[in-house]
């Protein structure tokens, strides 16, 4: 049964959401963080990255970074950037991206629902990153980044969330980011409605984490850090719980992840297309977004098929079992042999397809997540990306048909882990929104 529970949030003052509220931490490298927050002094990022408030060269895992961070922070409570809520409170995060809207609940959630398998997973971590957010999080004595949690859609929620957006004086932000996303949040303070929202998750037996794994295990271990630290603890302690964001399943979306290599492992063109045949039917895409390719000597022709914004969809796979290869200029439309399928939740996944049958047999990539040849492109940036790397310093590029949140369930159900690079989330929470103070 899942611990859900309202807390006392720290947030944006009015007037400040949309100059506070920042993309997550791991979006960016530090120099892209600098970029980010030049012109911005109350962007969150400051904070999430607090490295950037130092001359360049500056180790960002040093005391000094991690002081940093929490004297920015508790200097903007205190200048009246943000505020105190004076009780416990749900909220509700909407945001819409291209028309399509997701609204998930404000929360926290319990680190024991964490470690007894309630809230599940479907990634690994590494020590490294966990390390980070570890000294962020103790040192800070809050946490600022929510997990992205998702849950099986269910009425009673359904309603709340839907009267919660219809009443007055529900409404504390609405604004829009850079990238066009909107984002609305609302406040639930209702006695009634506390109740039944941590009823209603009380029944639930699986919340899946979609997005901030690493996020998630530190502040679990942050949480133990402390129990460890103060025996006496009664489970109610604000180290107990970790700032979350709970989405019902049918709003969420999962958009593709796709592969660059660097080489194709001593193979020309020919060989390597040849190669992939043996597990795959593999046809090349003689037209271009309805557009039938001509004499590419044109160079007025051959500029229009090298920047086709109207091409992907004919290049992107349209079905499970399919993925597309862009290789010396070409895009090549490939889709799995029967026989490579499988009712596993780990081997029928398309990304683990490629890797078993494409990327390890043929490119000799055996562990995606440390080989130096192969790199990852989120969906969002589209499939000119993969076109762009590929002019640049890659060889080829796979665009993939995306993971589906059922697909995530069933291998986190089964106890299992995702292949990496499986999911790419979008909309990305801001950090800054919501803050979870903890207590000694």
Partial sequence: MAKIRPFRAIRPAEGYADRIAALPYDVYNTEEARAAVKGCPDSFLRIDRAEVNFERGTDPYSDEVYKKAHDLLWK???????????????????????????????????????????????????????????????????????????????????????????????????????????????????????????????????????????????????????????????????????????????????????????????????EFLASLMFNCKVDPILELGGFAQRDASDPREAQAFKHHQFLESTVRPTKKGQFSVYVNERWYLCEFLPECNSTDPVEGLDVQKLQKYVLEPVLGISDPKRDPRIDFIGGIRGLEAVEDRCEVDCEAGFAMYPTSIDELFAVADAGRLMPPKSTWFEPKLRSGLFIHELDY
Avoid: C, W
Wanted: aromatic share 10%.
């Fill in 76 to 270: 903007m409570v205190d200048d009246g950037k943000f505020v105190r809520e004076e009780a416990d409170a749900y909220y509700l995060y909407e945001l819409t991206m291209d028309g399509r809207v997701q609204t998930g609940i404000v929360s926290l959630a319990s680190i024991d629902d964490y470690l007894n398998g309630v809230i599940k997973k479907h990634e690994n971590t590494l020590e490294a990153k966990e390390e980070d957010r570890i000294r962020h999080v103790d040192t800070v004595n809050a946490q600022t980044g929510p997990i992205f949690l998702a849950y099986r859609a269910n009425s009673v929620l359904r309603h709340i969330v839907s009267k919660t957006k219809t009443e007055e004086g529900s409404l504390l932000y609405d604004f829009k980011s850079l990238d066009g996303i909107r984002h609305r949040v609302f406040k639930i303070s209702s006695r009634e409605d506390l109740l039944t929202i941590e009823k209603t998750f009380s029944e639930v037996n699986e919340i899946y984490i979609a997005d901030g794994h690493h996020r998630a295990a530190s502040a679990v271990k942050v949480g133990l850090k402390r129990r460890e630290a103060h025996p006496g603890y009664t489970g109610e302690e604000e180290f107990n719980y970790f700032l979350s964001v709970l989405f019902p399943d049918e709003e969420l979306k999962i958009l593709d992840y796709n592969r660059v290599v660097k080489d194709l492992n001593g193979l020309d063109y020919d």
